[in-house]
């Protein structure tokens, strides 16, 4: 059993110094390493000091076990102070890497860490590893990161952009007073390397690039990917890449390589118009005995996106394909029983009376799903569901199209069972169309289709790739676009279906997908466990 404690730590960045919440006072967290197969323990104790925590283990499957899934309200109550919450599940057919956070207000800001999932069967791919590298973007304010929601919550507001990007949790030398505060993995010539790259920012998706490298995608999500070649790589908050990276440059050169991550911008709303900065600096060459260069003498990789290259963005995405082999087969369903369309919205809503807001013309933001926007409700959607409460603070009518159908990218900016569902996210252009990351937590799920303007079932299901769609957790739905899932319902619980950009999570842009429990006893949900918090 693996024991974690949510503590708080001061740390000195960016010329300031501030307590954060940390787990076991590192920053980020500890990499949580198992096998494919592994019964997993993770106990976590809250300090008495620390106000409330729950930690999810993003895109682990957590067949029949989504007591330990962790979202705040959705799964479990909070762990009370002092007191600890065991999180028990099976890790079964996923490999690769994912993440875990905490899940409630923006405390994931900096607390955060990776989960590798070792394979039971050699890696897929030709290439010998000599050694794994953790990359995960991070974002960094100077503020107290815990009164942004509140704030939020109260005016209905836009939250304040962050002060910077990190890598690993350093900022990199292009901010203030950071030179010793920059990431540098030394490698050698001629080895090869595995970068597990993870996007912790709560609220930009990012392009990534290292000088003169070029990464081969070999997995996402914890899912094998056809591996492809690419300079650059565009990752959405809750979504991980695994990358090769083969250290093939010339002896003679410097041996110093700049990495670079900075936002793909699709909002109108204020952001962190700044770049994160490592470097690759390669052993026995001049580059381990010299001075990192001034930030005046840096040269980004040429390669590396500008931050509205939405064409870069929808060419990168278009490359992602399932592995699809006899022992990693794609099981992408041909047929469904159901198709869902949701919009997803950015919204404007009346400032209540006796109140101020500042939100956009002195109203507030919102966000939802068909036009339901989530309020984080007092109780455990899941016991309401196990225990089949009477409670009328919930409900089962969420719709299953758009109450109204309209241009829904043209506007004005300002009790069947199924089995396989098809989920088509639709983007609007309420306030903004944007990218918007949707994270489904308890399952994965195929992206079969996306594509830019109003989804029509007529004309776009024709265009599905129903042979070797890519395999995730997280899909960005594009910029005024959709994006077309298809998911096997067959995980009994209640699992948080939210856009992972965190500002619209707290809007409201969020929901509750509900999986009854089958006729069979391994269809059903297992019982909550004794150390489950009480709400």
């Known amino acids: 059993m693996k024991q974690y404690c949510v503590e708080w730590k001061t740390i000195t960045r960016l010329c300031s110094t501030k307590p954060i919440l940390t787990v076991n006072g590192e920053y980020p967290g500890p990499t949580i390493a198992v096998n494919e197969g592994d019964d997993v323990e993770i106990k976590n104790t809250r300090s008495s000091v620390v106000k409330c925590v729950y930690v999810s283990r993003h895109g682990i499957k957590q067949l029949r076990t989504g007591w330990a899934d962790g979202p705040a309200y959705v799964t479990q109550c909070p762990i009370t102070p002092g007191h600890s919450y ?26 955060y860490g990776a989960i590798i999932i070792y394979p039971r069967m050699p890696y897929p791919f030709a290439a010998p590893v000599d050694a794994e590298i953790p990359i995960i973007f991070g974002e960094w304010w100077n503020l107290p990161v815990e009164g942004i929601e509140e704030e939020m919550n109260r005016y209905g507001s836009g939250p304040n952009s962050s002060d910077a990007y990190t890598i690993n949790g350093l900022h990199g030398s292009l901010y203030p007073c950071s030179l010793e505060d920059t990431f540098i993995q030394t490698v050698e010539r001629g080895k090869t390397y595995m970068l597990r790259i993870i996007n912790a920012a709560l609220n930009d998706e990012l392009f990534f690039s290292i000088a003169n490298h070029t990464l081969t995608v070999v997995e996402i999500d914890a899912s094998y990917t056809k591996p492809f070649d690419t300079e650059a790589i565009m990752i959405t908050p809750g979504q991980t890449f ?35 900065i490592g470097f690759l600096k390669y052993k026995g060459t001049k580059a381990e005995n010299t001075l990192l260069p001034k930030p005046s003498n840096l040269v980004l990789p040429y390669h590396l996106p500008s931050m509205e290259d939405h064409a870069y963005a929808t060419q990168f995405v278009s490359q992602l394909r399932s ?58 959607i899941l016991e309401w569901h196990y225990r089949n409460d009477s409670s009328t603070q919930y409900s089962y009518d969420f719709p299953l199209k758009p109450p109204q159908i309209f241009d829904y990218t043209g506007v ?29 937590h308890g399952h994965n799920f195929f992206i079969v289709g996306m594509g830019f303007g109003n989804f029509d079932a007529e004309k776009d299901t024709a265009r599905y790739n129903l042979v070797d769609p890519p395999e995730r957790n997280t899909v960005g739905v594009p910029v005024g676009g959709w994006a077309a899932v298809r998911i096997n319902a067959n995980n009994p619980g209640v699992w948080f279906m939210h856009c992972h950009l965190e500002e619209h999570t707290s809007w409201g842009l969020a929901t509750g997908f509900v999986v009854k429990s089958g006729a069979e006893p391994s269809q059903r949900l297992l019982p909550p466990p004794d150390d489950l918090p009480p709400c």
Request: positive net charge; glycine residues 4%.
């Open 242 to 276: 695994t990358v090769i990276l083969n250290a093939n440059q010339h002896r003679f050169s410097n041996g110093l390589f700049v990495m670079a991550a900075r936002p793909y911008l699709t909002t109108v709303f204020p952001f962190d118009n700044s770049t994160t």
């Open 86 to 111: 065991t999180y028990k599940f099976t890790v079964t057919d996923q490999r690769g890497t994912l993440w875990w956070h905490t899940h409630i207000a923006w405390q994931r800001a900096t607390v």
């Open 412 to 440: 004005d900016p300002l009790a069947h069972n199924v089995c396989w569902l098809e989920i088509v996210l639709q983007d609007t252009g309420f306030l903004n169309v944007e990218n918007h990351p949707i994270h489904i």
């Open 323 to 380: 592995l699809g082999t006899a022992q990693y087969p794609c099981k992408v369903p041909k047929k469904i029983d159901k198709r869902v369309v949701i919009t997803v919205s950015l919204n404007l809503q009346d400032c209540p009376a006796n109140q101020t807001c500042k939100g956009y013309n002195g109203k507030r933001f919102a966000a939802s799903m068909n036009d339901q926007s989530f309020v984080r409700p007092p109780t455990s």
